[in-house]
């Protein structure tokens, strides 16, 4: 295993001992000149996408999940 996926690892495992499998984000991101709403889990991974944001939170509540928007 190089460095880069060693410290990936160890990263996750800090996040889950903090409880933060159950944090997620959502972020504004433009594509294709549309504004779209990206669903990511604490660690950075993309989980989902979205038209709206409030969609975006309603799919992270029906997951159990904590979310936070950001810019």
Do not use: S
Not at 4 to 12: E, F, G, L
Not at 13 to 27: M, P, Q, V
Not at 40 to 45: H, N, R, V
Request: no cysteine.
């Amino acid at each position: 295993m190089d460095t880069t996926h060693q410290i990936r690892d160890n990263a996750q495992a800090d996040l889950l001992r903090l409880g933060l499998e159950n944090l997620a984000y959502i972020k504004g991101e433009t594509e294709k000149d549309q504004v779209i709403y990206v669903i990511y889990a604490a660690d950075g991974t993309e989980i989902g996408r979205a038209e709206d944001p409030d969609i975006a939170m309603a799919a992270l509540r029906q997951q159990g999940l904590e979310g936070r928007q950001v810019h």
